[in-house]
C-alpha cells in the first residue's frame, strides 16, 4: 500500500510566481490535510479537505491561499504571488474517515524556495 | 501561550539509555495525543497514539498521558542510533475537524 504522495519534491519560484503543490492520500482514505513547517518551528495546520469540500481552513492565511480536493485526482494547495515568507515546507496528510482524530499519515513533503 | 510546549532540546543521550521526551498543553479540550518521528528533510512518521489518560507500550516504546497535570510523555527505551530524529508530540480534541496542535519538536541524537 503506497503511502501518501507529494509532488513536487522539491519547488523554487521567484517572488510574485504561483505555486502548485499537489498530495495524493494513501489509497482508501478520503480525508487531507495541508500543514506548513517554517525553520525552527512545529507543524501548523491550515486546511482540512474532504472530496469535493473544504471542512476547515482556519488555519489558512486569507489571501493568495486556496486547496481544493476534487472528486477525481489529487488535492492541490496553491498559493499565488508567492513571497519571501512563503518559504517552508509544506506537508499533506490523510486518514481514513473514521480515524481522523488520530491517524493522520503524512507525506514527504514539498519544499517550497521563493528567490 | 502556545497551546503546546515542547523542549526543543537538543538531547543527546548514549546508546542504551532510556530517553523521557515530555510535552505539556493548556486547552482541556484535547482527547487524542500523538507522538511523531520525523527525520531531516523527511515527513513525520506516526509512531503511537493514546485516548485521555494512561499509558500505552509499543516495544521499545511507551507513552503516558496525564490529563489532570495536562503532560504527556514519551520514553524509549534501550535508545539506538537509528532513534536518532525529532519527535514531534501532536493533539486532537477528538471532534470530527481533525485538526493537529504540534509542539516544536525535540531533537534526539543517540551516539554509539
Known amino acids: 500500500n503506497a503511502g501518501v504522495m507529494q509532488n513536487p519534491r522539491h519547488l523554487v519560484r521567484r517572488r510574485g510566481q504561483e505555486a502548485r503543490l499537489r498530495c495524493s492520500p494513501m489509497?482508501?482514505?478520503?480525508?487531507v490535510y495541508w500543514y506548513r513547517q517554517l525553520p525552527e518551528e512545529g507543524l501548523k495546520f491550515m486546511v482540512y479537505?474532504?472530496?469535493?469540500?473544504?471542512?476547515?481552513e482556519s488555519g489558512m492565511p486569507k489571501e493568495r491561499f486556496s486547496a481544493e480536493f476534487p472528486k477525481e485526482g489529487p488535492s492541490i494547495l496553491r498559493i499565488q504571488q508567492v513571497v519571501r515568507g512563503d518559504s517552508a515546507a509544506y506537508f499533506c496528510?490523510?486518514?481514513?474517515?473514521?480515524?481522523?482524530?488520530?491517524?493522520?499519515?503524512f507525506g514527504p513533503g514539498t519544499r517550497l524556495t521563493v528567490t | 501561550q502556545k497551546e503546546v510546549e515542547q523542549d526543543p532540546g537538543p538531547l543527546s543521550v548514549p546508546e542504551g539509555a532510556i530517553v523521557s521526551l515530555n510535552c505539556t498543553y493548556s486547552?482541556?479540550?484535547?482527547?487524542?495525543f500523538m507522538w511523531y518521528r520525523q527525520y531531516s528533510r523527511k515527513g513525520p512518521e506516526l509512531l503511537m497514539y493514546?485516548?485521555?489518560?494512561g499509558n500505552k507500550e509499543d516495544g521499545r516504546f511507551t507513552a503516558q498521558v496525564d490529563k489532570s497535570s495536562k503532560y504527556i510523555s514519551l520514553f524509549i527505551r534501550d535508545s539506538q542510533p537509528s532513534d536518532s530524529a525529532t519527535y514531534l508530540c501532536?493533539?486532537?480534541?477528538?471532534?470530527?475537524?481533525?485538526?493537529?496542535?504540534f509542539g516544536r519538536g525535540t531533537q534526539l541524537t543517540v551516539w554509539p
Open positions: 496528510a490523510s486518514s481514513p474517515p473514521d480515524r481522523s482524530s488520530y491517524e493522520q499519515y
Open positions: 489509497k482508501g482514505h478520503s480525508h
Open positions: 479537505l474532504q472530496k469535493e469540500n473544504i471542512i476547515d
Open positions: 486547552n482541556s479540550a484535547f482527547q487524542y
Open positions: 493514546t485516548y485521555s489518560s
Open positions: 501532536a493533539m486532537n480534541k477528538g471532534s470530527t475537524l481533525g485538526r493537529l496542535y
